[in-house]
């Protein structure tokens, strides 16, 4: 009724399934028993050995002996196998030794006869079999169920491991009730002990004690003891994705079978609402490790209930979509604040004059300008949201991609660099030539009008023709000013460099130039990949072309592709490793070339941007490593990598880990040496005697640029030379201008103090790599650990047995090296604050003599630009400071609870939940809601993890308080 289901529909009603296939399953033991109890009545009342001396029945009698005792062997060969692969198991679970169990991914029992039988019914794969509507194979699944017009044909579910195992457990107690049963039958008339059995009847208890023994051994007693045949096994195939695992130890029957099941229906109502809904055994946790572990693990799909491999990539698809949700709301909440409460349109008047402020809050209700707010230009009234209602219903996702979708990798290769990268940066430019150009000239273009104004005055004639060049000529001349058409030029496309002289940003011609000549790129890069059409490259073959020359380095990178292509977080580390990469230039190049719009004049707005991005980018950056380690801990296969660069970096890890401990010691004790040195030489009151070290090398970097103060002479800071004609004839005719002034941040001037603090912030950047790095290599194992990847990502300790296994785990290594990366994060952001605040204050030199030594950065830098914070509450009365003055105290707040986490640990928050519960219970109104989990303590991992939550976000909520009370109550 289940492989074959009669019923429409019947195949996809699991409810009713397992129903019928338990009840006619209990039927047929029971009947079966009711047979053989029969039979032995037969024998007992009915049977009369004179008339069947010698036929079947006869012989089948006198042969009981044998019969019963080979049935004997049998059971007690399958009894001691089956029952001894299940304790092996469990000893090996208990031990933490999953490669010794007896699995589908360790010690493989495959039940090749049985898949052999199945191959043999199947049909062969891409076959249709007549009047069939789809082709039948064994790769449905026992989670998938192919139903061909409303039923299930047949369902072949797949065998392993586990049903090997637990078929003989079947096939023992099969046995085993026959053994009981067919000896009550052939016994029922004599046996050595009773040979009169058949004078006391079918049913008797015993024949007193002058017969010792005779207890229960009647006809009747043997069909009372094993009543019924064991059935459960092929019915928990429909209980869901663990039975390979659970089914292979006895435990896991008890726990995850008979324990979980019967919880069901008692919990049933508990559980529609009980988190977390992707872990069944979570969800049933009477303690708050359910809540815990339920939101450590939220987002790791590949651990929850019935995950498959296809589901997992469109969770993981579906999930982008959200996070998109959540960037656009984001982003909509700015744009929204700033038309409600915003004084943009004065701003745009006059910007170097008038202050922007997006929260200039005056009505806080929801009137007027919220009504305006929400309305767009040239409408009546605000934007009706009922389409979006009504699109929600509309779209439900019913497409979901299919796993060869997702493996497309040249597909998606080609679609990203000419669609998300090409198409994008040509729309952009687009904007740039038709919108903002024109508006920078004091020409608007809006909805109305956009069809009647060309962005050029000859139009798409210099395209057609050829001369480009046309649309480079009469640019913007020097004394134009923004968002007028005084001074204004024509040109749409340029490459002047340098800055415009008003807004101190990037030409617009330029930044349209440049992302004309993006999208050009990029459009023809999206042609890269071979796809259906046949023409491109080949990833597989371009990594499997780069062989080192004579093979001296190995087999190159050969497998690699499958290896990224098949693991979600190799590609994740490495978006993540090019992101970070990114948002650290993106912070680089937002002050040193600025392209928005007198946005180099907003000194808070810049700093603000700076250190965001940085922080971004920071931990972006130790994410790829945390993916890292946890692809060579899920996903690596070592046979698939033999001998390629990935495994020859394993195999080389401690050279690697080595040498980066090295070169971080190096930095440590002579960057700190120097510091102290300097600040002992202070400290006697001798500053002539620092050590004082010029950055040679950066300095001719920048001289070769064109810088000229350094003396040099070398290339562009070279006036006679050809490299100085070329630049200022040739292209680029405003670069050595912006390069040589000083009210830029484009080549900040350096010396001792930038030499001294780059290589602090080196050490931080090699400490921090040099932690992820050693986390990463050792994920797998190590001298001390050998066994290190069956313990997975995150574990606390392998107990006292193996001493010095704690905070060894790959987990461990990020953890620890976030504090190196905030450490790093902080050297950067101190030291571009105090460089370019005392750079807009007009007093560099008060940086270059007090960033040479500790007490310095103390004294002059912290202390000193702390100054505005502590005056945000004075005798005076609260001022525009006052709320950055209470965040820097709840940030430090904040910053010191992660040491609570840190230093006191578990078992006190533990007590304090306790407390709180108690306390809650006993409260009226408070007592309406009871909490049902009992307070554990938490684990190692878990404080950890809190207090690390606890120290980042305290820490950059003080740093942020102080970066912008301190650079706005300077510059407002």
């Known amino acids: 009724m289940y492989s074959m289901p009669p019923y429409p529909y019947l195949a996809t009603d699991y409810g009713t399934q397992l129903s019928l296939f338990t009840h006619h399953m209990w039927i047929g033991g029971f009947l079966i028993v009711g047979a053989a109890a029969h039979a032995a009545i ?113 369902l072949p579910i797949p065998l392993g491991t586990a049903d090997f195992l637990v078929h003989h457990i079947h096939a023992f107690t099969i046995h085993v009730t026959v053994l009981i049963l067919l000896k009550g039958v052939l016994f029922a008339r004599s046996s050595r002990l009773i040979p009169d059995k058949a004078n006391l009847g079918f049913r008797f208890p015993c024949d007193g004690p002058g017969r010792g023994g005779t207890c229960q051994v009647s006809a009747w007693d043997h069909s009372d003891v094993w009543g ?38 008692d919990l049933k109502s508990i559980m529609a609402l ?121 779209l439900q996702p019913k497409w979901k991609p299919s796993l060869s979708w997702f493996k497309n990798a040249e597909s998606r290769l080609n679609h990203h660099l000419s669609g998300l990268f090409g198409v994008s940066s040509l729309a952009w430019t687009g904007h740039l030539v038709h919108v903002a150009i024109p508006g920078s000239r004091g020409e608007y273009v809006r909805w109305s009008n956009f069809l009647d104004i060309p962005p050029h005055p000859q139009g798409l004639g210099p395209l057609l023709t050829g001369q480009w060049n046309l649309y480079a000529q009469n640019p913007d001349s020097s004394s134009h000013l923004f968002s007028t058409s005084q001074g204004a030029g024509t040109a749409i496309l340029t490459l002047l460099g340098g800055f415009h002289p008003q807004t101190q ?142 495994a020859r970096m394993l195999d080389h890890k401690e050279a690697i880990i080595s040498h980066l401990s090295w070169a971080s010691l190096f930095l440590g004790f002579h960057t700190l040496g120097l510091y102290v040195h300097n600040d002992v030489m202070l400290a006697f009151g001798t500053p002539e005697k620092q050590i004082l070290i010029e950055p040679i090398f950066a300095q001719w970097i920048q001289s070769a640029h064109g810088k ?60 921090t790599t040099l932690i992820l790095v050693k986390g990463a290599l050792d994920a797998r194992g190590s001298k001390l650990m050998p066994d290190k990847k069956d313990f997975g990502y995150s574990f606390p300790c392998d107990g006292p047995g193996r001493g010095g296994t704690c905070d060894i785990s790959a987990w461990d290594a990020f953890y620890l090296a976030v504090f190196w990366m905030l450490n790093t994060i902080g050297w950067v952001t101190f030291y571009w604050h105090w460089k370019h605040i005392t750079l807009w204050q007009g007093n560099v030199s008060q940086f270059n003599e007090s960033s040479t030594y500790l007490m310095g950065w103390l004294r002059d830098y912290l ?23 209470w965040m820097f105290l709840f940030g430090h707040l904040v910053w010191a609870t992660g040491f609570m986490f840190l230093i006191s640990w578990r078992g006190y928050w533990q007590e304090l939940i306790e407390t709180l519960a108690w306390a809650h219970e006993r409260t009226p109104l408070a007592n309406l809601i009871r909490w049902r989990d009992k307070p554990v303590a938490l684990s190692i991992v878990q404080a950890r993890l809190v207090g690390l939550a606890h120290f980042s976000v305290g820490y950059i909520f003080t740093y942020a308080a102080f970066l912008i009370a301190s650079t706005s109550g300077k510059f407002g």
């Open 505 to 646: 940003s990037l030409w617009l011609t330029d930044i349209a130039h440049h992302h004309l000549a993006i999208a050009l790129i990029f459009l023809i890069a999206g042609h890269m990949y071979r796809t259906n059409f046949g023409i491109g490259h080949s990833i597989k073959d371009l990594l499997e072309a780069h062989i080192p020359p004579g093979g001296r380095l190995g087999r190159g990178h050969k497998g690699l592709y499958d290896t990224i292509n098949n693991s979600v977080h190799f590609q994740l580390g490495l978006a993540l490793a090019s992101l970070g990469v990114i948002t650290s230039l993106v912070a680089q190049h937002m002050y040193s070339l600025p392209a928005y719009a007198f946005i180099a004049q907003d000194f808070t707005t810049q700093a603000a941007l700076y250190t965001h991005h940085q922080y971004i980018a920071g931990f972006i950056m130790t994410g790829a490593f945390a993916h890292g380690a946890i692809f060579f801990i899920r996903d690596y296969n070592p046979a698939q990598n033999e001998d390629n660069v990935l």
């Open 274 to 394: 009980r988190f977390p809904r992707f872990s069944q055994g979570l969800a049933q946790d009477p303690t708050t490790r359910r809540i815990w572990f339920g939101i450590a693990t939220a987002h790791d799909f590949e651990i929850h209930d019935d995950i498959t491999e296809e589901r997992l990539y469109q969770n993981i698809f579906a999930s982008h979509f959200g996070q998109l949700a959540i960037i656009f709301l984001w982003t909509s909440g700015n744009l929204f604040h700033v038309a409600w409460q915003g004084n943009f349109e004065s701003w745009i008047q006059d910007p170097l004059h008038i202050r922007p402020i997006a929260h200039a809050i005056w009505d806080p209700h929801f009137g007027q300008p919220a009504v305006e707010a929400f309305t767009r230009g040239g409408a009546t009234g605000p934007v009706n949201i009922a389409y979006s209602v009504g699109g929600w219903f509309h």
């Open 42 to 154: 037969f024998l007992v009342r009915d049977y009369d050995p004179t008339t069947r001396y010698n036929d079947l029945l006869d012989r089948v009698l006198r042969h009981r002996d044998a019969i019963i005792s080979h049935l004997n062997w049998v059971c007690i060969f399958l009894g001691f196998h089956s029952f001894g692969l299940y304790i092996h198991n469990d000893t090996m679970s208990a031990l933490g030794r999953p490669q010794d169990m007896f699995s589908d991914t360790a010690i493989q029992l495959q039940p090749i006869f049985a898949q052999w039988v199945q191959n043999t019914h199947a049909l062969a794969p891409s076959l249709t079999a007549p009047g069939a509507t789809t082709s039948t194979s064994l790769t449905w699944g026992g989670s998938e169920l192919l139903a061909v017009g409303g039923k299930v044909a047949m």
């Open 863 to 885: 202390w000193l630009n702390s100054s505005q914070l502590i005056n945000g509450y004075n005798p005076f009365g609260m001022n525009s400071l006052s709320v950055w003055a």
């Open 708 to 767: 000229t103060s350094y003396g040099f002479d070398v290339l562009l800071s070279s006036t006679s030379g050809p490299a100085f004609n070329a630049g200022r004839n040739i292209w680029l005719p405003g670069w050595l201008n912006a390069v040589n002034e000083n009210r830029n941040s484009l080549f900040l001037t350096i010396g001792p103090g930038d030499f001294l603090v780059h290589h602090a912030i080196a050490l931080g950047l090699h400490t």
């Open 228 to 265: 019924t045949i064991s059935d459960q096994g092929i019915v928990t195939h429909i209980t869901g994705g663990n039975f390979a695992q659970s089914s292979i130890t006895i435990n896991g029957w008890l726990r995850d079978f008979l324990w979980a099941q019967a919880s069901q229906e």
